[in-house]
């Protein structure tokens, strides 16, 4: 079974706009984070959000924020006042820590268009 | 601010050769991580590193790769003998040490290095 799943392989947004991509997880972890990377057409891949399992509130940074559902085990990014710098593949990452693994699980990532 | 760097930035390869690449990490990060993307892909783990050994390695990690901290600063990821499907972005990772002994959970990625095997 996939560990993370993202089931929009592209999305378009016009500017200014709000956009949720979807992320959905699977695990048995009670103990987990939750993260989000951009990556732009040059490559790098950049973080922007994170959200830990026993977190409470959901994540906000700037324009961006997490809507968490524990229960459904979704992570959705939401762009708020899309702009045209925000084009780009976006990939939703899983950590969990049993077995004192730290690795990142990615999706296979979404590419958002925004549209002028 | 501070940022993780990799170099080089493209490498073209035959296969057969062996490549060496290189990253600083975040110089108060002690866990590195390296990773792979095939072009169109998603991005697939392949190391951990703390404390001058390796945590972890995922099955992509066989006897061809290697990793090494040579020095204070430098982290390389060597491939032996470069095959066809070793074409790939690959990607360093570092993250700080959290207050329970582990890493903290972001991992700061460098801008990559995209390698080429003919």
């Known amino acids: 079974a996939q560990k993370i799943t993202q089931t929009q392989p592209g999305m378009f947004v016009q500017e200014k706009e709000a956009v949720t991509l979807d992320c959905t997880y699977d695990?048995?972890?009670?103990?987990?984070?939750l993260f989000w990377y951009k990556q732009p057409s040059s490559g790098e891949m950049i973080f922007l959000i994170y959200?830990?399992?026993?977190?409470?509130q959901n994540a906000t940074e700037g324009r961006y924020s997490l809507n968490f559902q524990k229960a459904r085990k979704s992570a959705n990014l939401v762009i708020s006042a899309s702009q045209l710098g925000d084009s780009a593949m976006y990939f939703c990452?899983?950590?969990?820590?049993?077995?004192?693994?730290?690795?990142?699980?990615f999706g296979s990532g979404t590419r958002l268009l925004v549209r002028p | 601010e501070p940022e993780v760097t990799q170099t080089p930035s493209h490498q073209v390869t035959q296969m057969g050769q062996e490549v060496i690449l290189r990253c600083v990490p975040i110089s108060n990060h002690l866990y590195f991580y390296w990773y792979r993307q095939i072009l169109g892909q998603k991005v697939e783990f392949l190391v951990s590193?703390?404390?001058?050994?390796?945590?972890?390695k995922s099955e992509i990690f066989d006897d061809q790769f290697s990793v090494e901290r040579p020095d204070g600063s430098n982290f390389t990821l060597k491939i032996r003998s470069t095959k066809l499907e070793d074409s790939a972005m690959y990607f360093c990772?570092?993250?700080?040490?959290?207050?329970?002994?582990?890493?903290?959970?972001?991992?700061?990625f460098g801008p990559g290095t995209r390698l080429l095997v003919l």
């Open positions: 990452a899983m950590r969990e820590t049993q077995d004192s693994s730290y690795k990142l699980i």
């Open positions: 695990t048995s972890d009670p103990s987990y984070g």
């Open positions: 959200q830990g399992s026993y977190d409470q």
């Open positions: 590193f703390y404390n001058n050994e390796i945590s972890e």
């Open positions: 990772a570092s993250s700080e040490i959290g207050l329970a002994g582990g890493p903290t959970g972001t991992q700061y």
